[in-house]
């Protein structure tokens, strides 16, 4: 009841205060942070892969449809994800208002022609719109995988095989012609289980969580998961979430429960356990990385071969 009553309060005193962020340009944060987590990682490992996902608005100079590219955030990252390009922007295994699905394709273009790839994910569980998913997709020249479930928490059954399988060697995400995007690992019984489960999968990107539970999967399992069934490479990608502090992470401490820090904001009604955070402070961006302490740093000690970031559209939380 505390944690409540302290987070509700946080939330009134940060609505009060309008201009209490001062003139911070939030997209210009956000992708000074992205930036900011891109060196540090290629500076450990040159070949290390950095893929935001949604806040398109970021890869224009001006968050506008049509603009300028914005060349040194995109020139800092590999590629970004999307979600709901084609179904699920209103409601699961429906279709993308078009007026949605052109916005945001008029920045996911610019991607592509500027060398960064595109991977989607749509959330449709019928058959007819996932194979359309994945025409529409690669007609645009995107990577995409169809999401049967929004919690990301199985192997889909269809289609049995992967879309463009195949028996290379994946090196780099522009190599890459299909992902498996499996982040809740709920329906495995063990991080073994789960190992096993998706080494009998033929994918050429794996995005998952770097913890199974409160464990952390070990060096040795991730390189198990970087090869294909059929004995080709893959590339093994972890999930960050950077927009927002979740209180089930092993950074978080409990007394954050009845004191939070200044940089904690209200929490996501839509995601329990997940709060905004003002994603531009030192603190909290020192937890992601920087130093050896840090959760990127952690996922590069792993061995995983890139970071796949979540929450970049923070920024529309403190615009609005």
Same mark, same amino acid.
């Given at each position: 009841m505390k944690k409540i009553i302290v987070f509700a309060m946080l939330a009134i005193i940060a609505s009060a205060c309008g201009d209490d962020y001062g003139d911070v340009d939030f997209k210009e944060e956000m992708r000074n942070f992205v930036v900011g987590i891109s060196q540090y990682s290629k500076g450990i490992n040159p070949d290390f892969i950095v893929i935001p996902q949604n806040g398109q608005e970021l890869v224009t100079v001006d968050g506008e449809e049509n603009s300028s590219p914005h060349s040194t955030y995109l020139n800092a990252i590999d590629g970004v994800g999307r979600e709901d390009l084609f179904f699920g922007y209103d409601e699961d295994d429906i279709a993308t208002p078009s007026v949605d699905r052109n916005y945001m394709l008029s920045f996911l273009l610019t991607c592509v022609s500027n060398s960064v790839s595109v991977l989607v994910t749509d959330y449709c569980w019928t058959e007819e719109n996932m194979d359309l998913s994945y025409a529409q997709n690669e007609a645009r020249g995107f990577i995409s995988f169809a999401a049967p479930n929004r919690e990301l928490d199985i192997i889909p059954e269809y289609p049995i095989v992967p879309y463009h399988v195949n028996t290379d060697d994946i090196n780099t995400l522009a190599e890459a012609k299909n992902f498996l995007y499996l982040l809740n690992p709920q329906n495995f019984s063990s991080r073994e289980d789960f190992v096993a489960a998706v080494s009998q999968t033929n994918y050429d990107a794996?995005? $998952?969580?770097?913890?199974?539970?409160?464990? /952390?999967? &070990?060096?040795? %399992?991730? /390189?198990?998961?970087? &090869? +294909?069934? =059929?004995?080709?490479? @893959?590339?093994?990608? #972890?999930? $960050?979430?950077?927009? !927002? *502090?979740?209180?089930? @992470?092993?950074?978080?401490? #409990?007394?954050?429960?009845?004191?939070?820090?200044?940089?904690? /904001?209200? !929490?996501?009604?839509?995601? !329990?356990?997940?709060? +905004?955070? @003002?994603?531009?402070?030192?603190?909290? %961006? *020192?937890?992601?990385?920087?130093?050896? =302490? #840090?959760?990127?740093? +952690?996922?590069?000690? *792993?061995?995983?071969?890139?970071?796949?970031?979540?929450?970049?559209?923070?920024?529309?939380?403190?615009?609005d």
């Open positions: 794996i995005i $998952m969580d770097y913890f199974f539970e409160d464990d /952390e999967f &070990t060096p040795a %399992q991730i /390189e198990a998961l970087k &090869t +294909k069934a =059929n004995g080709g490479k @893959r590339l093994v990608i #972890s999930y $960050m979430s950077i927009g !927002e *502090a979740e209180d089930y @992470r092993y950074y978080w401490q #409990s007394s954050w429960n009845n004191d939070p820090p200044d940089w904690v /904001e209200e !929490e996501n009604p839509e995601w !329990e356990g997940n709060y +905004k955070v @003002r994603y531009w402070d030192k603190d909290w %961006q *020192a937890i992601i990385f920087g130093n050896d =302490n #840090s959760y990127l740093k +952690k996922i590069l000690d *792993a061995g995983f071969d890139g970071v796949y970031l979540d929450i970049i559209d923070a920024f529309e939380y403190f615009e």
